[in-house]
C-alpha cells in the first residue's frame, strides 16, 4: 500500500541532516603547489596492501557462500556438468587419437600409392619402348612401310576440306551400315541358335564377322579382324573392322581378313 | 568423537599418506631419475623422421618417363643388436638380393653400424621391415629409376646414393630437379602406433623437366650406332638428331651403351656424354665452312673454277686428295662433293688467314654451344696470331683444330636454316613452363645458305663421297669426313686411326632435321666417313623422317 504524500514527506524530513562545511578547503585554480603528505597518510598507505588482500579473501569467502553457488553445487546439475566435462575430455583425447592414428594411416596409404605411381609409371614407360611395340607389331604380321612407299597429301583450300568431310560422312555411314547389318546377322544367328547346336551358333558368327569385315571393305589389321572373327562374336569382329577401318590400308585386306 | 568422524579421520589420513607417497615418488621421478627417462622416451616414443622429396622427374617430349624417383629404403643394421645373424641373413638375404654369405658377413661385423642395402626398393623393403628384426633399420630415400634403361643415358647421366646428379643432366639441373626432404615428428605410444604427428616442415619435390629428346628416334639412332659398333667395332660413336629451324635436339646417342640403372656396370669414358665431351679434328666437314666462308664474301660462287692439281705445297707441307689424280679443273661445287683438299685449300687461300680466322670464329667454334648438358668443351682453335706459315694448308680442310660433334652440328643447322646460328637445346619445359628458345644470330645470308645447301646435295648424288646413301624421295645434303688422328707418341698422323663423320640434312631445299654421325676409329676394313658414318646417316634418317611427318619435296 502507498503510504500518504505528508507522512511521506515527514519520514523524509527527518532523515536530512544539516549540511556541514567540508573538513579541508575547496581546490581553487592556481599553480600546481608540492605534495606534502601528512605523516598519518603515508602510514595509511603502507598498510592499505594487506587490507586489500583480505577484502579479496573476504569477498571470495562471501563468493563461496553465495547461495547461487551453494544451490549449483548442492544440486544435481552439478553432477550431470561435471560428468558431461569428463566425458567429453575423455571423447576429445580418443577423437585425437583416432585422428593421429588416421594420419598415420593416411601418410603409410600416400607411400603405397606414391610407391604404386611409380611403378606405374616405369612400366608405362617400358611399355611403350619402341623396340617392344615393334616385336608386338611384327608378332602380328605388321612391318614398317618402306619410307619410299609413303604418300603425303597436301591440302589444298576449300575443295579438299569438303571432299574430306563427305569421305569422313560416307566412312561414317558405311560402318554404321555394317555395324546393323552385324547385329541383324547376330541376332539371326542366335534365334537359329536357339533351335541347332552350339557350334553351329559359333560358326555363323564367324561368318558374320567375316561378312562384316568384307562389307566395310577397309579392314587392315587382317590378322586381329581374322583372330577376332575366330573367337565366334561378331559383334567383336565388327568392331575391330571399325577400329581397322579407320586406317589407310587397301581395301582387299578387309576381304581377307574376313576370309 | 563419534564412529563416522574416527573413520573419516582415517580415510582422511590414509589419503593424506598416498598423496605424500605419490609426491614422493613423483619427485624421484622427475628431479632424480629425470633426465634418462626424459632421453629414454625420446628415443621409444618421439622420432624426428625425415621425409625424402622426390626428385624430379624427366621425360621426354611427348612425355614418356626418362628417369623417375620411387620410394625406397636405406637398410642398416646394428650387428651387436642382432641375436641370430645366421638366420637372419638366410631370411632377409633374398629381398636383399645379395648372396647369403655376403649378408651374414655383414651382420657378423664388428661394428655398430652396417649398410645391408642402400635405396632398396620399398616392396622388398617393407618385407624386410615386416619380419621386425631387432637390429635392422631402415630409413626412407627415393632410388632413381631409368625405364628405358640405357636410352639417353650419357644425357640423363646417374644420381649418387645420397640422391645428388653426379653427371648429365641429372647433375647440371640438379637444382631443379633435386627438391628438398622435410620432416615430421612423431609421438608413438607404447605400441609403436603413432599417436601424434607434426610436420615439422614438409617436403618439397624436384621440378619435373620435359626434354627435347624424342624416345624413339634416340632408340633408332642408339639402334643405329649399335650396328655401327659391331660392324665396324670403333672406339666409340655419337649421333645427333636435331631441328635445324630452332636448335632443338630430338636425338643423342652414345656408343658403347651404359645401362643408367647400373652405371658401375660401365667403363667412365662410356658414360661420357661424347656429343659435347669429344674433342675431333672435323677434317673434310669442315669444308663447308671454309667455302661459306668464301660464298659469303664473294670471294667465289659455286660455279667458280679451280685449277686442282694432286697435290699441293703450302710452306714446309705437301698435302695430298685422297685419291690419286691428274692435274684437273673442278668448280667450287665439285671440290665440295668430291671432298678434294687441294680444292679446299685453294679456296682458304682466297679468303686469307684474317677471314678464315673470323669464319671459323663466326660459326661458333672455340666456345660453348650454350646447350644445358654439363661437360662441354670447346675444342681448340688456333687464334690467328699463331697460324704458321703451313695453317692454311691444313685449317680450311679441318685439320689442326678441335670441334666437338655438337659444335659441328650447330654450325651445320646453320648453313641448313638459312644462315642464324641457333645455340642447341635439349630442355622443353621445366615444370609446366616451356623454355623459350634460345635466340640465334645470322652468321650467313640466306643466299648463300641456299647455294652451300644446293652444294651439299652433290656429295650424295653420283660422284660424292656419299653417293651410295639414299632415302626415297627425299633429297639429301650433307658432307662426308674422315680426319686422321695424331699419334701422340710420333706427334704425326696415324696411318691407321681416323674419325669418320658425317653431317647431313633433309629435305635439301628446306632442311627440317639434320644428323651428325662421328665414329671414332673405326676397324674392320672401312674408315671412311662415306662408307662408315653416312650409311648410319642414312638409316637414322630413313626412320626420323616419316615418323616425324616430315615429306618429301
Not at chain 2, 706427334?491 to 663423320?501: C, F, L, N, P, W
Amino acid at each position: 500500500m502507498t503510504p500518504p504524500a505528508a507522512a511521506t514527506a515527514a519520514s523524509s524530513g527527518a532523515a536530512v541532516r544539516p549540511r556541514r562545511a567540508p573538513s579541508r578547503p575547496r581546490r581553487l585554480s592556481g599553480p600546481l603547489r608540492p605534495a606534502t603528505v601528512p605523516p598519518r597518510a603515508r602510514a595509511a598507505t603502507t598498510t592499505a596492501q594487506p587490507g586489500l588482500v583480505l577484502g579479496l579473501l573476504a569477498a571470495l569467502e562471501s563468493l563461496s557462500q553465495h547461495r547461487l553457488l551453494d544451490r549449483l553445487i548442492r544440486g544435481r546439475v552439478w553432477i550431470g556438468l561435471v560428468a558431461f566435462a569428463l566425458i567429453g575430455i575423455v571423447t576429445l583425447q580418443l577423437g585425437l587419437l583416432e585422428l593421429n592414428g588416421g594420419i598415420g594411416r593416411a601418410l603409410e596409404h600416400e607411400a603405397t600409392l606414391q610407391r604404386e605411381n611409380a611403378a606405374l609409371s616405369i612400366e608405362n614407360s617400358e611399355l611403350a619402348a619402341g623396340t617392344r611395340v615393334q616385336a608386338r607389331a611384327k608378332k602380328l604380321g605388321m612391318t614398317l612401310a618402306p619410307v619410299g612407299a609413303l604418300r603425303f597429301l597436301t591440302a589444298g583450300g576449300h575443295g579438299d576440306v569438303a571432299k574430306a568431310a563427305a569421305a569422313l560422312a560416307s566412312s561414317a555411314k558405311a560402318q554404321a551400315q555394317a555395324r546393323e547389318a552385324a547385329a541383324a546377322e547376330a541376332a539371326s544367328s542366335s534365334t537359329s541358335g536357339e533351335e541347332s547346336s552350339e557350334s553351329e551358333v559359333s560358326g555363323e558368327g564367324g561368318e558374320a564377322a567375316g561378312a562384316s569385315s568384307s562389307s566395310s571393305g577397309e579392314a587392315g589389321g587382317s590378322s586381329e579382324a581374322s583372330s577376332e572373327s575366330e573367337s565366334g562374336s561378331s559383334t567383336e569382329a565388327a568392331a575391330s573392322s571399325e577400329a581397322a577401318g579407320s586406317g589407310e590400308a587397301e581395301p582387299s585386306g578387309g576381304t581377307t581378313a574376313g576370309e | 568423537m563419534t564412529i563416522v568422524q574416527r573413520r573419516i579421520g582415517g580415510l582422511f589420513g590414509l589419503f593424506f599418506v598416498l598423496l605424500i607417497l605419490a609426491g614422493g615418488r613423483t619427485l624421484y621421478l622427475g628431479a632424480l631419475e629425470g633426465g634418462s627417462l626424459r632421453k629414454a622416451a625420446a628415443t621409444q616414443q618421439l622420432t624426428y623422421e625425415a621425409v625424402p622429396a622426390q626428385r624430379g622427374t624427366i621425360t621426354d617430349r611427348n612425355g614418356v618417363d626418362l628417369a623417375v624417383s620411387e620410394p625406397a629404403q636405406d637398410l642398416s643394421a646394428t650387428p651387436y643388436l642382432v641375436k641370430n645373424p645366421l638366420q637372419t641373413a638366410q631370411r632377409i638375404a633374398p629381398f636383399l638380393g645379395k648372396p647369403q654369405d655376403e649378408v651374414l658377413r655383414l651382420l657378423s661385423q664388428r661394428s655398430g653400424f652396417v649398410y645391408l642395402a642402400r635405396a632398396l626398393p620399398a616392396k622388398q623393403a617393407h618385407a624386410i621391415m615386416a619380419m621386425k628384426i631387432a637390429g635392422i633399420e631402415g630409413k626412407p630415400v627415393m632410388r632413381r629409376v631409368y625405364p628405358r634403361g640405357d636410352l639417353a643415358a650419357q644425357v640423363l647421366g646417374v644420381v649418387g646414393t645420397e640422391g645428388n646428379g653426379l653427371s648429365g643432366l641429372e647433375y647440371s639441373r640438379n637444382a631443379l630437379l633435386h627438391g628438398h626432404a622435410g620432416q615430421r615428428h612423431v609421438v608413438s605410444d607404447a605400441l609403436g602406433q603413432p599417436v601424434s604427428i607434426n610436420e615439422v616442415h614438409p617436403e618439397e619435390p624436384g621440378t619435373p623437366i620435359a626434354l627435347t629428346l624424342d624416345a624413339n628416334i634416340q632408340q633408332r639412332s642408339e639402334e643405329v650406332l649399335d650396328a655401327v659398333g659391331r660392324v665396324f667395332s670403333p672406339k666409340d660413336a655419337t649421333a645427333i638428331v636435331m631441328n635445324p629451324n630452332n636448335g632443338a635436339i630430338l636425338a643423342m646417342a652414345n656408343w658403347p651403351q651404359v645401362n643408367a640403372n647400373d652405371p658401375g656396370g660401365s667403363s667412365p669414358e662410356a658414360l661420357q656424354n661424347r656429343a659435347v665431351s669429344f674433342d675431333y679434328e672435323p677434317g673434310s666437314t669442315f669444308k663447308a665452312v671454309t667455302v661459306a666462308g668464301a660464298l659469303q664474301q664473294n670471294l667465289v660462287t659455286p660455279a667458280s673454277s679451280f685449277f686442282v692439281p694432286d697435290k699441293i705445297q703450302v710452306a714446309d707441307r705437301t698435302i695430298h686428295d685422297d685419291t690419286e689424280h691428274g692435274d684437273e679443273t673442278l668448280t667450287t661445287a665439285q671440290i665440295l662433293a668430291q671432298s678434294s683438299n687441294v680444292g679446299a685449300i685453294e679456296i682458304g687461300a682466297r679468303e686469307g688467314k684474317n677471314d678464315f680466322s673470323q669464319w671459323v670464329s663466326k660459326f661458333g667454334f672455340g666456345k660453348r654451344t650454350g646447350v644445358e648438358l654439363p661437360g662441354e668443351e670447346i675444342g681448340q682453335v688456333l687464334p690467328v696470331g699463331k697460324y704458321s706459315g703451313s695453317s692454311m694448308g691444313n685449317l680450311p680442310i679441318g685439320q689442326g683444330q678441335l670441334v666437338t660433334p655438337l659444335q659441328m652440328a650447330t654450325a651445320y643447322s646453320a648453313i641448313a636454316n638459312g644462315g642464324i646460328l641457333r645455340p642447341p637445346h635439349v630442355i622443353a619445359k621445366v615444370g609446366s613452363e616451356p623454355q623459350p628458345e634460345p635466340a640465334g644470330h645470322r652468321v650467313i645470308s640466306s643466299a648463300t645458305a641456299a647455294s652451300l645447301r644446293q652444294m651439299l646435295e652433290g656429295v650424295l648424288a653420283p660422284g660424292g663421297t656419299a653417293s651410295e646413301v639414299s632415302i626415297p624421295g627425299y633429297k639429301l645434303a650433307g658432307k662426308t669426313g674422315t680426319a686422321s688422328k695424331v699419334d701422340e707418341e710420333t706427334g704425326e698422323y696415324s696411318k691407321t686411326r681416323y674419325v669418320a663423320s658425317f653431317m647431313g640434312f633433309a629435305p635439301a631445299a628446306h632442311p627440317k632435321l639434320l644428323a651428325a654421325v662421328i665414329v671414332d676409329e673405326p676397324e674392320n676394313g672401312s674408315i671412311f666417313g662415306g662408307t662408315v658414318a653416312a650409311p648410319a646417316f642414312g638409316q637414322i634418317m630413313s626412320f626420323a623422317l616419316p615418323y616425324l611427318r616430315i615429306p618429301p619435296e
